[in-house]
């Protein structure tokens, strides 16, 4: 259906189970199930089992059912607009550009265009980090306290989203603040 509009096969994933398209150019697109996927940047997309919209030549609107998260917030991809090579991806008034040539393969869930690449860094991360959580635990007498640790990475970890510097912002509750603020006086302290 897709390239009758111009559009690449590959901006929708594998598992497209049928779809509808009206007279008006409505349609209904039916996965086989919810699907996500990391692309380039680290952006997690997601496909909701069934998505709607409407569609003319180069240009998908009233997009439903495909959202984007950055850090810790989902977002709708409203629309997508095709300008000779490339495909611009529209995020309220916000957009991200991208070649077509990058969707010219349907990505497929949970591991997008690279399965082979993804299942191995899934491994070989989930590997490290117990090697170095029992080695932090066992050598250095190091607490393990993951739920922190995840906030603090999350908190330290800055993305750049649609040309936009962002970065998440620390939990609000005052006592963590406090000790926050106290470990960073200490240090401070202990150096001079």
Not at 13 to 35: I, M, Q
Not at 88 to 113: H, I, K, M, Q
């Amino acid at each position: 259906m897709l390239e009758k509009f111009d559009f690449p096969k590959g901006i929708l994933p594998e598992g497209v189970r049928s779809y509808e398209l009206k007279d008006d150019g409505s349609f209904t697109v039916f996965l086989a199930s919810n699907c996500e996927y990391k692309v380039d940047g680290g952006y997690l997309l997601k496909y909701d089992s069934k998505i709607t919209g409407k569609v003319d030549a180069r240009a998908l609107t009233d997009v439903k059912g495909v959202s984007v998260k950055v850090l810790f917030a989902w977002f709708s991809i409203g629309s997508v607009a095709r300008s000779d090579a490339d495909l611009n991806f529209y995020v309220g008034p916000l957009s991200a550009t991208f070649p077509v040539a990058n969707f010219e393969e349907c990505p497929r869930c949970r591991c997008g265009f690279d399965c082979a690449t993804a299942a191995s860094i899934a491994t070989q991360s989930a590997e490290s980090k117990d090697r170095i959580l029992k080695f932090s635990v066992e050598t250095m007498e190091i607490k393990d306290d993951s739920l922190k640790t995840s906030i603090h990475s999350a908190v330290a970890e800055k993305v750049n989203f649609l040309g936009m510097e962002l970065q998440a912002v620390p939990p609000s509750s005052s006592s963590s603040m406090g000790r926050t603020v106290q470990s960073v006086s200490r240090s401070r302290h202990q150096n001079n």
